[in-house]
């Protein structure tokens, strides 16, 4: 019994060993530490291998050291000498690189084969026994911790142990039936086909419960990719339904960040790993994942490439529905805007005749000496309110009217500085100051003209009206990239961010006075001209707003 146990002792470390070794072998991502590793594996697997030799050659010529048995122990002796300094180097790169768990394992495991080495016969069945828990230790950090950057992967593991399993069951079947032979006078070929068959009656049920702890795990993974999808369905935000998808995963996986990048925004050098999201033909973006400190994921490889198909589908659904929602919106506002348009121009219609008769009789009174000596003040005072109405009404109908498809050159630089030489006197009259910060030779090939001073009127004349006397308003235009960046920047109270989008709709004002269309305008320009309008408020500690306009296809004559 003695000897089955020595035999079976030296096969499992001996099996273990070369397992690790071609396990080692095949990865080179460890650098020195992992290559010292895998010398600690091979001379102590050099040792087992020896002693299993000398058992079997024993065996098979007898009792006494024949020359043969004698270099095979030699060379076992070799392997074992030589295991020594190689895992004293694996333990002092386990501190060095902070794997303090591996690094006392190893320590107690190595410990325990040196004092059995210095109690018993070198070879013995104690001191195999002491020396198999190193194997065992290594195997269950690179499976548990990827120690030194190595991985043992989870299928690798199985497909180990049911093959040792097996192996060692076939190799003790003889030794087994000698036993029985020898204690029960039996006949061992019969003995030998029973343990065989018992054999092969247990490893097909083990086999079969291995299948169906895989596939429970599998259907598992499954389940948990169809129950993040069914929770993240809730949420209608794609930017919230991202960070759920990113957080779910990386508490699920324990990984050390995950990240979803859309439309292809990949940070280079920041991720480990990162799997495609694909839907309909289309990449939407990319998973992206940092498994430092050292895993690899080969295990959750599967596991990753589902789920990023569902997040791909779950997100894509949800761009496409706020696509579809925001063209629903945008026709919904075209068609309020046309109403309104025709409203404003029916109304600026019926107030512009009676308002050019009023105007006209108060310059007849004006121009009458006995009646604008007692009535000249109030005179003035109509005349002024009825421009200012007329003025507004003009605003009005160039709202309500249609923009031509007019597309010229136009040289934006010169457009802008004409415009503020005839906003200077203005300014100056409100007792503010205009600066201009103006890059020469802008251009936009096909535009219009028009449209573009409404925008440079507008936003200009409502920094104006929003500045505080003795305040700057500082104009700047220039490039970003291949578009036109137009800016105006007031030291005005600023405006509050939930307003930020409401002061670009029709008839919304702040102001005592105004129409509130000057944005609506702004707004509806740029986007005939195919640019965007942003505010960004406030700008400083005391407030101010800014009006950022963007002109694509900008080109610049040097």
Request: aromatic fraction near 2%.
């Given at each position: 019994m003695t000897s089955l146990i020595h035999a079976l002792a030296l096969v499992f470390g001996t099996a273990l060993y070369v397992y690790l070794f071609a396990v080692l072998s095949s990865q080179r991502r460890a650098g020195r530490p992992g290559r010292m590793l895998l010398a600690l594996v091979a001379s102590s697997g050099l040792w087992y291998l020896g002693w299993l030799s000398v058992f079997y050659l024993r065996l098979a010529l007898g009792p006494g050291d024949s020359a043969l048995i004698t270099a095979v122990a030699v060379l076992a002796h070799a392997g074992g000498w030589a295991s020594w300094p190689a895992g004293i180097a694996v333990a002092w790169f386990a501190w060095r690189e902070g794997e303090v768990p591996f690094y006392w394992s190893l320590l107690a495991a190595g410990a325990i084969s040196g004092i059995a080495s210095g109690i018993w016969t070198l070879g013995s069945l104690q001191i195999v026994l002491a020396t198999l828990p190193v194997p065992l230790v290594i195997i269950f950090f690179l499976y548990r911790d990827q120690i030194f950057g190595l991985l043992l992967p989870r299928s690798a593991l199985l497909a180990a142990a049911l093959g040792g399993g097996a192996a060692l069951y076939v190799l003790a079947v003889p030794l087994a039936a000698a036993l029985v032979e020898s204690s029960f006078g039996t006949v061992p070929e019969g003995v030998q086909s029973l343990l065989l068959l018992a054999g092969v009656i247990t490893f097909l049920p083990l086999y079969n419960a291995v299948l169906a702890y895989e596939e429970r795990r599998q259907a598992g993974h499954r389940e948990w990719v169809r129950g993040i999808a069914r929770d993240a369905a809730g949420l209608f935000d794609w930017q919230h339904r991202a960070r759920f998808f990113e957080q779910r995963t990386a508490a699920h996986l324990k990984l050390k960040s995950v990240r979803i990048a859309l439309e292809g925004a990949v940070e280079p050098g920041s991720f480990t790993h990162r799997w495609p999201l694909e839907s309909e033909g289309r990449t939407w973006g990319w998973l992206l994942i940092d498994a430092t400190p050292r895993r690899r994921l080969d295990d959750d490889a599967q596991l990753l490439e589902s789920l990023a198909q569902e997040i791909a589908h779950s997100l894509s659904t949800l761009r496409l529905l706020d696509d579809k929602l925001g063209l629903e919106r945008e026709l919904v506002r075209q068609e309020h805007l046309a109403s309104l348009?025709?409203?404003?121009?029916?109304?600026?219609?019926?107030?512009?005749?009676?308002?050019?008769?009023?105007?006209?009789?108060?310059?007849?009174?004006?121009?009458?000496?006995?009646?604008?000596?007692?009535?000249?003040?109030?005179?003035?005072?109509?005349?002024?309110?009825?421009?200012?109405?007329?003025?507004?009404?003009?605003?009005?109908?160039?709202?309500?009217?249609?923009?031509?498809?007019?597309?010229?050159?136009?040289?934006?630089?010169?457009?802008?500085?004409?415009?503020?030489?005839?906003?200077?006197?203005?300014?100056?009259?409100?007792?503010?100051?205009?600066?201009?910060?103006?890059?020469?030779?802008?251009?936009?090939?096909?535009?219009?003209?028009?449209?573009?001073?409404?925008?440079?009127?507008?936003?200009?004349?409502?920094?104006?009206?929003?500045?505080?006397?003795?305040?700057?308003?500082?104009?700047?235009?220039?490039?970003?990239?291949?578009?036109?960046?137009?800016?105006?920047?007031?030291?005005?109270?600023?405006?509050?961010?939930?307003?930020?989008?409401?002061?670009f709709e029709p008839f919304f004002t702040t102001k005592a006075k105004g129409t509130g269309l000057g944005l609506s305008i702004v707004r509806k320009a740029v986007h005939h001209l195919h640019g965007t309008v942003l505010v960004e408020s406030p700008t400083g500690e005391s407030g101010g707003a800014r009006f950022l306009v963007t002109l694509p296809g900008a080109e610049r004559a040097l």
């Open positions: 348009g025709k409203v404003a121009a029916a109304v600026a219609h019926e107030i512009r005749n009676p308002l050019s008769a009023i105007r006209s009789i108060t310059q007849v009174m004006l121009e009458d000496e006995e009646i604008s000596s007692v009535h000249e003040r109030d005179l003035r005072y109509i005349l002024s309110e009825t421009e200012r109405l007329a003025s507004s009404v003009k605003q009005l109908l160039g709202y309500s009217k249609p923009v031509e498809a007019l597309e010229t050159d136009v040289d934006v630089s010169a457009l802008v500085e004409s415009a503020m030489a005839a906003l200077q006197h203005q300014a100056a009259g409100m007792q503010l100051r205009l600066a201009l910060q103006a890059e020469p030779g802008w251009h936009l090939p096909r535009s219009n003209p028009d449209l573009l001073s409404q925008v440079v009127l507008n936003l200009v004349l409502n920094a104006l009206q929003s500045a505080p006397p003795g305040s700057e308003v500082t104009v700047e235009l220039g490039g970003r990239g291949p578009d036109l960046l137009f800016t105006v920047t007031d030291q005005g109270p600023g405006i509050p961010p939930e307003m930020h989008e409401r002061i």
